[in-house]
């Protein structure tokens, strides 16, 4: 089981179902040679592709090209269906930062083919994850600086405010579609920027007042 620890009370919850969204910010669709979507693009991960702060990413032997690409995560505090949007924070346990690790090749076949992207996505260490911060304690999730650096030189940097569809937005689509429940992660989407990793690589991202990680590329 992995389990989600929420920061200052140091609860622990057990992640339940991931939720990702894709090209959530106009430059990063642009740099995919897609224009900015007109709802919500869903993708999952299994719950077995998180890994905690520290831990190692290992690139799978089947993909040539996997991407980094860094966001803000929600942490869904109780069961909703049919939420709101102005009852969407309600459900929010707390925030935190993750990486969306990403075999680009596979991705891109899997587009052209119009086949899913779980195997691009949701492969084990795919989804690094800090711990989370108790909402409360974040006055404006759509007001930070998010930034990723590999081996020291920054590639990605950017502000939640260029999301294209806000958290509650977010909370409003899913629950129409999935019961969320508490332990259920969101990632909301990347800033532009996102690049190759290699082996010996070394990642650094942050949000500050909200988490970092470091991990090495195996």
Known sequence: MKYALLTP???QVRINTIYCLGQNYADHAKEMGASAPSSPIIFLKPNSAVI???EDI?????SQNVNHEV??????GKTGRHIPRDQAYEYVAGYGLGLDMTMRDRQLEAKKSGHPWTVAKGFDTSAPLSPFVE???????H???????VNGV???HGTTASMIFRIDTIIAYLSGIFTLME???????????VAQVKPGDEIDASIPGVGTLHHRIT
């Open 135 to 141: 909402a409360r304690l974040v006055a404006d999730p």
């Open 52 to 54: 905690a702060n520290g």
């Open 71 to 76: 966001e803000l995560t929600v942490l869904i």
């Open 143 to 149: 007001a930070l600086e998010i930034s990723l650096s």
């Open 58 to 62: 290992v690139l799978p032997m089947m």
């Open 154 to 156: 920054r590639r990605q």
């Open 183 to 193: 332990g259920d992660v969101i990632y909301t989407g990347t800033p532009e920027g």
């Open 9 to 11: 009370s140091n609860t």
